[in-house]
């Protein structure tokens, strides 16, 4: 039987289509939040997970990450870089001229002020719960109302694409992480996330060193941030992306020093890195 993969539904969305990059032949199962995802995984009802971690815009999906340092069974197997390329889709026979509303997340037609301002400044913007809702709901609208959202969205609904490439920045690429509940790690591993925080959090000099031992042995850092624990004001938790796999000898070396200084301490995955842009 293909394995069974939870994403954020519904079809249509970024998230679907990166669950579909990563699982074409698996069984793709939408929740309509995070955190029923997280909880179908957490609870055993699917077996792996897709989920946004971290957007190029917009930074850290905080959400994911609170999961993460909570949750007993999860860990990171993988990644997927995907470019949010957002596209102008219509009924058919439409053209930009007949467009007086436009519908999508609030998020998206943010991110394509400057496309609207030039091309549709008349039209009016009303925001949905989700680029594939909004999609979804041009199939029942009228020839004078347009939706912007993903390809997939466009090719599932069997509607037409009238502008690509519509955001204002093409660098938006948003991450997706494979979570899955077993204890393995892929094969080809060179990459991990850790989160950790201190015992002593007011101490000079933590983060320092902290990271110091990472530095002596040549480890890569790709990623460091931090987030308040909510344990009150001055105390936060960080997470750390570096090169290599936890079980390596320089890694593990790095870990001991590191731990010396933490209270919390926690290796949310080692899984292969993604290696260039998701092509759809």
Do not use: W
Not at 105 to 116: D, V
Not at 129 to 143: F, G, I, Q, R
Not at 168 to 180: G, K
């Amino acid at each position: 039987m293909p394995k069974t993969v939870a994403f954020l539904g519904p079809e249509g969305t970024y998230t679907d289509e990166a669950c579909f990059f990563y699982a074409p032949d698996a069984e793709r199962i939408p929740f309509a939040s995070l955190a029923l995802v997280t909880g179908a995984l957490e609870e055993g009802r699917v077996e792996e997970a897709v989920v946004p971690i971290e957007n190029s815009l917009g930074g850290t999906v905080i959400e994911v990450v609170d999961y993460l340092i909570t949750s007993e069974n999860a860990h990171i197997i993988g990644e997927i870089l995907l470019p949010i390329d957002h596209c102008l889709i219509t009924r058919p026979g439409v053209q930009i001229g007949d467009i007086r509303v436009v519908m999508s997340k609030q998020e998206a037609l943010t991110q394509c002020r400057e496309f609207l301002s030039s091309e549709l400044r008349f039209a009016e913007q009303i925001p949905t719960t989700s680029t594939a809702l909004a999609v979804t709901d041009l199939k029942e609208a009228d020839d004078h109302t347009a939706a912007i959202g993903p390809r997939r969205s466009a090719q599932l609904a069997g509607l037409p694409i009238l502008a690509q490439g519509i955001q204002d920045r093409q660098n938006n690429v948003t991450r997706f992480a494979v979570l899955s509940s077993n204890g393995e790690s892929p094969a080809g591993s060179d990459k991990t996330s850790i989160a950790f925080d201190f015992d002593k959090p007011d101490a000079p000099g933590l983060v320092y060193a902290a990271l110091r031992p990472f530095a002596d042995r040549d480890i890569n850092l790709l990623k460091i941030e931090s987030r308040p624990t909510g344990k009150g004001m001055g105390n936060y938790i960080f997470l750390l992306d570096f090169e290599g796999q936890i079980d390596d000898p320089q890694v593990n070396g790095a870990i001991t020093e590191l731990t010396k200084h933490t209270a919390t301490f926690k290796v949310f995955g080692t899984y292969p890195r993604a290696t260039g842009l998701a092509i759809r």
